[in-house]
């Protein structure tokens, strides 16, 4: 089965540090360039961050610049999300999404993706 299995979420205090995995299983991630997302009770899904096929270049939302780092390790499958400072603001589902045809663009669109993961809950909260 093809998939994006996440996990690492949770509930952490204002200024604490959480970490994403989103691990593909049945296919390779070499070839797909991922994207981080997240939604808000109440508002649209938005991108976060993502990282281009190679790892060269990755782009983020201007909230989480200088807060969160996305990174991939081709040879675990894997693709991370280093949530560090976190705010209340961040609280959100988040997804990783992965695409042969998806470009790591600045606007971090959600086009060209093929696989989601089932998302995963994080709580920042005191």
């Known amino acids: 089965q093809l998939q994006l299995v996440q996990s690492g979420g949770g509930l952490v205090q204002p200024g604490g540090s959480l970490r994403l995995s989103c691990a593909a299983s049945?296919?390779?991630?070499?070839?797909?360039?991922i994207g981080w997302f997240r939604q808000a009770p109440g508002k649209e899904r938005e991108g976060v961050s993502c990282?281009?096929?190679?790892?060269?270049?990755?782009n983020y939302r201007d909230s989480v610049k200088g807060r969160f780092t996305i990174s991939r390790d081709n040879a675990k499958n894997t693709v991370y999300l280093q949530m560090n400072s976190l705010k209340a603001e961040d609280t959100a589902v988040y997804y990783c999404?992965?695409?042969?045809?998806?470009?790591?663009?600045?606007?971090?669109?959600?086009?060209?993706?093929?696989?989601w993961g089932q998302g995963t809950q994080v709580t920042v909260s005191s």
């Open positions: 999404a992965a695409g042969v045809y998806y470009y790591c663009a600045g606007s971090l669109w959600s086009y060209g993706l093929d696989f």
């Open positions: 049945g296919f390779s991630l070499n070839n797909s360039a």
């Open positions: 990282i281009s096929t190679s790892g060269g270049t990755t």
